[in-house]
């Protein structure tokens, strides 16, 4: 259905703003990431069920900025591993 494939769009920009928010290109693994022939859910450290993020495990990568406000769009996650990085600024609380 258009809703769901709307959400799964909406999430894929959200790790987008996230991956240039914090110097993506030049994390440790980014296999994947942004591009436009692959699901965000195959790019490294990104786990789904049923099309839907629900897990990022980015530790140790080399993630260096600001976490971006969007990142609380990501509704379905249940675990987020983001520890031993560089990143500035909270996690919303939505997550």
Same mark, same amino acid.
């Given at each position: 259905? %258009? +809703?769901l $494939?709307?959400?799964?769009?909406k999430?894929?920009g959200?790790?987008?703003?996230? @991956?240039?928010a914090?110097?993506?290109?030049r994390?440790?693994?980014?296999?994947?990431?942004? %591009? +436009?022939? $692959?699901?965000?859910?195959?790019?490294?450290?990104v786990t789904?069920?049923?099309? @839907?993020v629900?897990?990022l495990?980015?530790?140790?990568?080399?993630?260096?900025?600001?976490?971006p406000?969007?990142?609380?769009?990501?509704?379905?996650?249940?675990?987020?591993?983001?520890?031993?990085?560089?990143?500035?600024?909270?996690?919303p609380s939505?997550?």
């Amino acid at each position: 259905p %258009e +809703e769901l $494939r709307q959400e799964r769009e909406k999430e894929r920009g959200v790790l987008i703003t996230l @991956f240039k928010a914090t110097g993506g290109e030049r994390w440790k693994r980014n296999e994947g990431w942004i %591009e +436009e022939s $692959r699901e965000h859910c195959d790019w490294y450290g990104v786990t789904c069920y049923d099309g @839907f993020v629900t897990r990022l495990n980015l530790m140790r990568n080399g993630l260096d900025g600001t976490m971006p406000p969007e990142i609380g769009m990501l509704s379905n996650v249940q675990t987020m591993l983001l520890e031993v990085n560089n990143i500035n600024g909270a996690i919303p609380s939505e997550v």
